[in-house]
């Protein structure tokens, strides 16, 4: 009994240790964290952006990437439905992300907005309040203040309620409240300004016990902090120089358009550009994104806004880590934080060491010392002197020395191995035997209207102000009667369908035929539609299925951007051009199957499905349902989409997203081969996929599947090929290294060797397979004078016969193998002169 309460006593300790509450303030230089500075990485990760049961994972992924803080914006449409009416559901369940994190023992900031852009619907901000008479968003507006602080406070208290706040002994540590303000703020005149102070104090009024901050926003009012956010924070300086220096978005990639590329921005300028603002005095550094996860159902904002919101994050949309990108930020903050303790607490001198490469030294009296050295210069590598020893500095990279001898980092070096990732198409099992397709069950929608036509109207509608984007689907329906005696009639010439829309796609149908699709490409939303089509004699029915591809997420007046038809004309009828602008429209808003909840529950049963052993192709309109097994294994799982043309899919009735595997237009001189870090990171710099669909895989999370018997539905608009739809799974297939003998090896260090090696630094190769695999071949080594990037090597001149055996020895059938750059490993005598480098590709299986 005496036992029982000593062991109650002590849990109760513990706990209490746990939840104990903690002091959270700043200065000039950090926040101070229970009377301690702090250092600290952060990384964006959206909850609604994933599913519960990926959340541990990827807060354990960013954990051992060396993160201490987590990220997220609250998404307010997600939470208040309709006015007061709140949901804290599924993907939605924010206090338990909140307490993910905190079981994890991270940090979080809570960027509570509730306007957030972040590429997501309407920049978060519910639909329904653009129709409470009145509103305007984010300027000073009774109606929009008054529901902007009833859902700030509402989130306020609901973590208080749960002692999510770090004055409670929870992991919050900072707020945000609005977002980005600052670049609009002038567009609302005065009552903008007023707006931005308003909201500053309505935040600080809620007494949370922890600071706020504002980011883009240079007229915070104290105690609000302003941070920045861009490619390369290292010039911001807070306005007021009692605020630390805080980086709320480094974006380590972009984001993707349906018709746009692909961008990549490289690991060595990332890491460039958190080095040098750690170099230049930051202290809280976050990643935008670092999971940037899926926009699933209609999340995803616009126009445009691909459902896959990948971002070319450390971490990729799947979940898994991308390499050799979160590699080489890991061993970055692992180099950054061996110096935390002088960079916080020590005084700080830059040294100019000759053209645009300076050192900044961080010393203490107790004889502590930490410097980052930069090269600055986009071109050209620089050798420099600093403090009687000459190290060589690539161009645009920096350069970490923990004790001011040693490199421990370099962030143009990248040490990190370089995954080799694929998705993998699977083959289907029904009934035992092996098939290519799955067995589609069909319904086919009418063109135009179905069922009572919502109203009629002579003119055009905006899309938004009439589906108030409870659908993207508008249809716009009239007629033409055309004479005998048309021209076009007897010479088989087709009169041309002409058509202006501000936005943002549609389709064309005349007499139930399909004629084609219009859209805006990139985030431009206008566009013209011009197609020739087929007219008949008599009555034509012309059906226009109008629609939204995500609404707009930021921008002035934002709220106010519509979208839809400005005019429609037939050119080529003995009349000349008619225009038929003005005419009675008859209109019906969404598609039968969404009024009909064909993807969900009992809605599956609203109507008889046909079963098709061949699924028609380029059938327009279409529902499709197949009863599918959850591919084996557990790897990641996609859907590929790359034969089908656009639409909506679902899961179990979960909502996969918008799919649209739309061709971007640009040519392959618009994309690049290779990347040059070197030099200021701009969206476009690295593009890849011209001329390829922008999102050709849908991300449908494995925690949907049932072992069987999973429904799958689609509703596709214009048509496509329905057997080439497959799962796939995206798998780590192997793994390469390339790592010269000049590279530092803090990796080693952060291995556990927790000292800097002050003799010697061994550069390493470390390769390493997922889960349970292992390296079942080395399909390339070769230490010597090796090019080519991953999957393409080439030995060089110089090359050590025996690599592909050291190699071999070290990994062969392991999961995880070390191979030094040592004289024992390698000829010493080789090449003399030369900086030699191993380059190796191996197989996991
Ligand atoms: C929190 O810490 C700050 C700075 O160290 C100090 O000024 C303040 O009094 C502390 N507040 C509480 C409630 O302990
Ligand atoms: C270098 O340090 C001086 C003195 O602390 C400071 O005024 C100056 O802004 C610094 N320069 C740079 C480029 O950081
Ligand atoms: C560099 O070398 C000079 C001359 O030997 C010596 O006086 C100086 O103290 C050295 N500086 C450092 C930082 O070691
Ligand atoms: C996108 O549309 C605009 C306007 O129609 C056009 O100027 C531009 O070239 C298009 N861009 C691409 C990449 O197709
Ligand atoms: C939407 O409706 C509102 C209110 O009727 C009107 O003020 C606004 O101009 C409309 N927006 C567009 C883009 O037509
Ligand atoms: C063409 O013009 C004639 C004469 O103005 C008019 O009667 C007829 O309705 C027009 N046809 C169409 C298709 O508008
Ligand atoms: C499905 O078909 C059955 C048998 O023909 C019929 O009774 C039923 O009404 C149909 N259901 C729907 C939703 O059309
Ligand atoms: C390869 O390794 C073997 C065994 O260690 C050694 O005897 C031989 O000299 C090496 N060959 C070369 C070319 O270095």
Same mark, same amino acid.
């Given at each position: 009994?005496?036992?029982?309460?000593?062991?109650?006593?002590?849990?109760?300790?513990?706990?209490?240790? &746990?939840?104990?509450?903690?002091?959270?303030?700043?200065?000039?230089?950090?926040?101070? +964290?229970? $009377?301690?500075?702090?250092?600290?990485?952060?990384?964006?990760?959206?909850?609604?952006?994933?599913? *519960?049961?990926?959340?541990?994972?990827?807060?354990?992924?960013?954990?051992?990437?060396?993160?201490?803080?987590?990220? /997220?914006?609250?998404?307010?449409?997600?939470?208040?439905?309709?006015?007061?009416?709140?949901?804290?559901?599924?993907?939605?369940?924010?206090?338990?992300?909140?307490?993910?994190?905190?079981?994890?023992?991270?940090?979080?900031?809570?960027? +509570?907005?509730?306007?957030?852009?972040?590429?997501?619907?309407?920049?978060?901000?519910?639909?329904?309040? #653009?129709?409470?008479?009145?509103?305007?968003?984010?300027?000073?507006?009774?109606? %929009?203040?008054?529901?902007?602080?009833?859902?700030? !406070?509402? +989130?306020?208290?609901?973590?208080?309620?749960?002692?999510?706040?770090?004055?409670?002994?929870?992991? +919050?540590?900072?707020?945000?409240?609005?977002?980005?303000?600052?670049?609009?703020?002038?567009?609302?005149?005065?009552?903008?300004?007023?707006?931005?102070?308003?909201?500053?104090?309505?935040?600080?009024?809620?007494?949370?016990?922890?600071?706020?901050?504002?980011?883009?926003?240079?007229?915070?009012?104290?105690?609000?902090?302003?941070?920045?956010?861009?490619?390369?924070?290292?010039? %911001?300086?807070?306005?007021?120089?009692?605020?630390?220096?805080?980086?709320?978005?480094?974006?380590?990639?972009?984001?993707?358009?349906?018709?746009?590329?692909? =961008?990549?921005? =490289?690991?060595?300028?990332?890491?460039?550009?958190?080095?040098?603002?750690?170099?230049?005095?930051?202290?809280?550094?976050?990643?935008?994104?670092?999971?940037?996860?899926?926009?699933?159902?209609?999340?995803?904002?616009?126009?445009?806004?691909?459902?896959?919101?990948?971002?070319?994050?450390?971490?990729?949309?799947?979940?898994?880590?991308?390499?050799?990108?979160?590699?080489?930020?890991?061993?970055?903050?692992?180099?950054?934080?061996?110096?935390?303790?002088?960079?916080?607490?020590?005084?700080?001198?830059?040294?100019?060491?000759?053209?645009?490469?300076?050192?900044?030294?961080?010393?203490?009296?107790?004889?502590?010392? $930490?410097?980052?050295?930069?090269?600055?210069?986009?071109?050209?590598?620089? !050798?420099?002197?600093?403090?009687?020893?000459? %190290?060589?500095?690539?161009?645009?990279?920096?350069?970490?020395?923990?004790?001011?001898?040693?490199?421990?980092?370099?962030?143009?070096?990248?040490?990190?191995?370089?995954?080799?990732?694929?998705?993998?198409?699977?083959?289907?099992?029904?009934?035992?035997?092996?098939?290519?397709?799955?067995?589609?069950?069909?319904?086919?929608?009418?063109?135009?209207?179905?069922?009572?036509?919502?109203?009629?109207?002579?003119?055009?509608?905006?899309?938004?102000?009439?589906?108030?984007? !409870?659908?993207?689907?508008?249809?716009?329906?009239?007629?033409?009667?055309?004479?005998?005696?048309?021209?076009?009639?007897?010479?088989?010439?087709?009169?041309?369908?002409?058509?202006?829309? !501000?936005?943002?796609?549609?389709?064309?149908?005349?007499?139930?035929?399909?004629?084609?699709?219009?859209?805006?490409?990139?985030?431009?939303?206008?566009?013209?539609?011009?197609?020739?089509?087929?007219?008949?004699?008599?009555?034509?029915?012309?059906?226009?299925?109008?629609?939204?591809?995500?609404?707009? /997420?930021?921008?002035?007046?934002?709220?106010?951007?519509?979208?839809?038809?400005?005019?429609?004309?037939?050119?080529?009828?003995?009349?000349?051009?008619?225009?038929?602008?003005?005419?009675?429209?008859?209109?019906?808003?969404?598609?039968?199957?969404?009024?009909?909840?064909?993807?969900?529950?009992?809605?599956?049963?609203?109507?008889?499905?046909?079963?098709?052993?061949?699924? *028609?192709?380029?059938?327009?309109?279409?529902?499709?349902?197949?009863?599918?097994?959850?591919?084996?294994?557990?790897?990641?799982?996609?859907?590929?989409?790359?034969?089908?043309?656009?639409?909506?899919?679902?899961?179990?009735?979960?909502?996969?997203?918008?799919?649209?595997?739309?061709?971007?237009?640009?040519?392959?001189?618009?994309?690049?081969?290779?990347?040059?870090?070197?030099?200021?990171?701009?969206?476009?710099?690295?593009? /890849?996929?011209?001329?390829?669909?922008?999102?050709?895989?849908?991300?449908?999370?494995?925690?949907?599947?049932?072992?069987?018997?999973?429904?799958?539905?689609?509703?596709?608009?214009?048509?496509?090929?329905?057997?080439?739809?497959?799962?796939?799974?995206?798998?780590?297939?192997?793994?390469?290294?390339?790592?010269?003998?000049?590279?530092?090896?803090? $990796?080693?260090?952060?291995?556990?060797?927790?000292?800097?090696?002050?003799?010697?630094?061994?550069?390493?190769?470390?390769?390493?397979?997922?889960?349970?695999?292992?390296?079942?071949?080395?399909?390339?080594?070769?230490?010597?004078?090796?090019?080519?990037?991953?999957?393409?090597?080439?030995?060089?001149?110089? #090359?050590?016969?025996?690599?592909?055996?050291? &190699?071999?020895?070290?990994?062969?059938?392991?999961?995880?193998?070390?191979?030094?750059?040592?004289?024992?490993?390698?000829?010493?005598?080789?090449?003399?002169?030369?900086?030699?480098?191993?380059?190796?590709?191996?197989?996991?299986?």
């Amino acid at each position: 009994m005496k036992l029982c309460l000593c062991l109650l006593s002590l849990l109760l300790l513990v706990t209490f240790t &746990v939840a104990s509450s903690a002091n959270v303030s700043y200065d000039g230089r950090s926040l101070i +964290i229970d $009377a301690q500075r702090k250092l600290l990485i952060s990384a964006s990760i959206h909850y609604p952006r994933s599913v *519960p049961a990926m959340w541990p994972g990827l807060v354990q992924t960013a954990k051992e990437g060396g993160v201490d803080v987590i990220e /997220t914006y609250v998404f307010w449409n997600g939470h208040e439905l309709s006015p007061g009416n709140y949901y804290f559901g599924g993907r939605f369940d924010l206090v338990k992300f909140a307490q993910t994190v905190q079981q994890a023992g991270m940090y979080l900031i809570l960027r +509570i907005g509730p306007f957030v852009a972040a590429e997501w619907n309407f920049g978060g901000v519910p639909v329904w309040l #653009h129709y409470v008479p009145g509103t305007v968003f984010r300027t000073y507006n009774q109606p %929009f203040m008054y529901h902007m602080q009833k859902f700030t !406070t509402y +989130i306020v208290n609901l973590m208080k309620q749960e002692k999510l706040f770090a004055s409670q002994g929870g992991p +919050i540590i900072l707020a945000q409240i609005e977002n980005e303000y600052g670049y609009y703020e002038n567009f609302y005149k005065e009552d903008g300004k007023k707006y931005a102070l308003w909201a500053a104090k309505m935040a600080v009024s809620q007494n949370t016990g922890v600071p706020w901050i504002m980011c883009q926003q240079w007229d915070a009012p104290d105690p609000v902090i302003d941070t920045c956010n861009s490619f390369y924070c290292d010039q %911001f300086t807070p306005t007021s120089p009692n605020r630390p220096k805080i980086w709320t978005e480094n974006w380590p990639g972009w984001f993707k358009t349906f018709g746009g590329r692909d =961008p990549h921005r =490289p690991a060595e300028d990332v890491a460039f550009s958190v080095a040098r603002f750690f170099q230049k005095g930051g202290s809280v550094h976050n990643y935008y994104m670092y999971h940037g996860g899926t926009n699933f159902g209609r999340t995803a904002g616009g126009p445009f806004i691909t459902t896959s919101y990948d971002y070319d994050a450390p971490v990729d949309e799947y979940g898994l880590p991308r390499l050799p990108k979160w590699g080489h930020l890991k061993e970055l903050h692992r180099a950054i934080k061996l110096c935390e303790h002088v960079l916080l607490n020590g005084k700080s001198v830059n040294i100019s060491l000759g053209p645009s490469v300076e050192a900044d030294v961080y010393t203490d009296s107790s004889g502590a010392c $930490a410097a980052f050295i930069s090269n600055v210069d986009d071109k050209n590598d620089k !050798t420099v002197e600093f403090r009687n020893a000459s %190290f060589h500095l690539p161009a645009w990279s920096v350069s970490i020395l923990p004790d001011c001898k040693n490199v421990v980092f370099n962030t143009a070096k990248v040490t990190s191995q370089t995954s080799v990732v694929a998705m993998v198409p699977e083959s289907l099992q029904q009934s035992d035997k092996v098939v290519n397709s799955f067995k589609w069950d069909i319904v086919k929608e009418k063109p135009g209207i179905w069922g009572k036509a919502d109203f009629v109207k002579n003119g055009f509608v905006d899309l938004i102000n009439t589906t108030k984007d !409870t659908t993207d689907y508008l249809w716009h329906t009239t007629s033409i009667f055309v004479s005998e005696n048309e021209e076009f009639l007897k010479k088989g010439n087709k009169p041309v369908l002409l058509i202006e829309s !501000t936005g943002h796609a549609l389709h064309a149908f005349v007499n139930q035929e399909y004629e084609g699709t219009g859209s805006g490409n990139g985030t431009h939303a206008p566009f013209t539609f011009k197609n020739p089509i087929s007219l008949r004699a008599g009555k034509n029915e012309i059906a226009l299925l109008c629609l939204t591809v995500g609404l707009q /997420t930021a921008g002035p007046f934002y709220d106010f951007v519509g979208a839809g038809l400005t005019s429609v004309k037939i050119k080529g009828l003995n009349n000349g051009t008619i225009d038929l602008s003005s005419y009675a429209w008859t209109y019906k808003i969404g598609v039968q199957g969404e009024y009909l909840r064909l993807y969900q529950g009992n809605g599956l049963n609203n109507v008889n499905w046909t079963s098709t052993s061949e699924p *028609p192709k380029m059938q327009p309109l279409t529902w499709y349902k197949a009863i599918v097994d959850a591919p084996p294994g557990d790897e990641p799982v996609g859907l590929d989409m790359l034969h089908m043309g656009k639409g909506l899919a679902w899961l179990n009735g979960e909502e996969i997203g918008r799919y649209w595997p739309r061709k971007s237009e640009f040519k392959s001189e618009d994309c690049v081969k290779e990347c040059d870090y070197r030099g200021k990171f701009n969206p476009d710099k690295c593009d /890849t996929g011209c001329g390829e669909p922008t999102q050709r895989w849908y991300h449908v999370p494995r925690s949907w599947f049932k072992p069987s018997g999973n429904i799958l539905v689609l509703f596709e608009e214009k048509g496509g090929d329905p057997e080439k739809i497959k799962f796939v799974r995206r798998k780590v297939s192997g793994a390469c290294a390339l790592v010269a003998e000049d590279y530092p090896s803090v $990796a080693l260090v952060s291995q556990g060797e927790d000292k800097i090696q002050s003799n010697k630094n061994i550069p390493f190769a470390r390769l390493a397979c997922p889960g349970n695999t292992r390296i079942s071949a080395v399909k390339f080594a070769s230490f010597g004078s090796p090019s080519g990037t991953c999957g393409s090597y080439l030995k060089g001149d110089c #090359h050590d016969p025996n690599s592909s055996t050291i &190699v071999e020895k070290a990994c062969l059938n392991k999961n995880d193998c070390v191979i030094k750059l040592t004289e024992e490993n390698f000829k010493s005598n080789l090449c003399p002169g030369l900086s030699r480098k191993l380059a190796v590709e191996a197989v996991c299986s």
